[in-house]
């Protein structure tokens, strides 16, 4: 009973254990401020990609990057702001 409670929460486990990293500028800004230009997400599974593209298109006054890091896949995000 144990070996098939451990079997079924244990891959989970996995799915859920992960990291979270917001990187902003060269400081630390408040962005709460600031207008949201644009956002450019990309994604990896099982370590392949990048599927999407982290490019701005426009030119923005900070930008932040945030990494997401869980077991099976990971995403980047570039967030731009202006004042």
Do not use: W
Not at 4 to 13: D, S
Not at 36 to 52: D, N, S
């Amino acid at each position: 009973m144990i070996k098939k409670v451990i079997a079924a929460v244990l891959p989970l486990l996995f799915l859920m254990v992960g990291c979270t990293q917001t990187i902003t500028g060269t400081g630390p800004i408040d962005t709460s401020t600031m207008r949201k230009v644009e956002e450019q997400c990309a994604a990896y599974f099982l370590g392949i990609g990048p599927f999407g593209e982290t490019t701005l298109m426009q030119k923005p006054d900070t930008i932040q990057y945030t990494v997401h890091n869980y077991f099976l896949y990971s995403t980047f995000c570039t967030v731009g702001y202006n004042k």
